[in-house]
């Protein structure tokens, strides 16, 4: 009986929708945040939890757009395992504006335990993108037959170990939000800072023309 091979296709529409998800997601972050109708100084400052928050989760979502077109652009072909994982990551970033107002909310006008529920939500839905993260970059490290060239397999091999890394304090924030919810939420800010100056740095493969 002969084998049935598994269809492929160009990345092209994936990308384009997740690309229309990452805009969207973005956009909504900012609805959240309100506009004050009296003592507009006071109430600005007094509401920085909802802007530390809001720049916390569009700061994740514009690292994973950046890093996801940079991905994308060394894919040649996509099936239905890179389809899936890569809807699990839109997953994520689409629901990432509710935990982000959440927060926001928890921090303003909440106690410890609103507090602890709002970063706790907020964690689960970043380690919802990480994972799914993981398991793109994973499962495209091992298949150099869906990649543009040899130097993108070893581009995939470094990225899917800096995705693993760059997990573990995502990892961390969770359960450090029940101690210090404010300390958890500013682990969410730093990691994707990092994971942005990781992303956009050349390697030596490509400084070298490879």
């Known amino acids: ?17 997740s690309d229309a998800v990452f805009a969207i997601s973005a956009t909504l972050l900012v609805l959240d945040l309100g506009v004050p109708r009296d003592h507009y100084l006071t109430r ?4 920085w939890p909802g802007f530390v928050a809001y720049l916390a989760a569009f700061l994740t979502i514009a690292s994973i757009w950046l890093h996801h077109h940079t991905l994308f652009s060394r894919i040649r072909r996509i099936d239905a395992g890179i389809v899936v994982a890569n809807l699990g990551l839109l997953l994520g970033v689409a629901l990432l504006p509710w935990p982000t107002a959440l927060v926001a909310a928890s921090l303003r006008d909440g106690d410890r335990s609103d507090q602890i529920v709002g970063v706790a939500a907020y964690g689960i839905v970043s380690l919802i993108v990480a994972a799914s993260w993981a398991v793109l970059s994973g499962r495209l490290s091992r298949r150099p037959d869906l990649l543009q060239s040899p130097a993108d397999e070893l581009w995939m091999r470094t990225n899917f170990h800096t995705v693993l ?5 995502v990892l961390a924030a969770v359960p450090l939000a029940v101690a210090a919810p404010v300390g958890s939420l500013g682990l969410f800010l730093a990691v994707p800072i990092v994971f942005f100056i990781i992303s956009t740095r050349p390697t030596e493969y490509e400084t070298d023309g490879a």
Do not use: G, K, N
């Open 1 to 17: 009986m002969p084998r049935l091979r598994q269809r492929l296709s160009t990345p092209r529409r994936t990308e384009s929708f």
């Open 44 to 47: 600005i400052l007094a509401d």
């Open 165 to 169: 890394w760059t997990t573990l304090p």
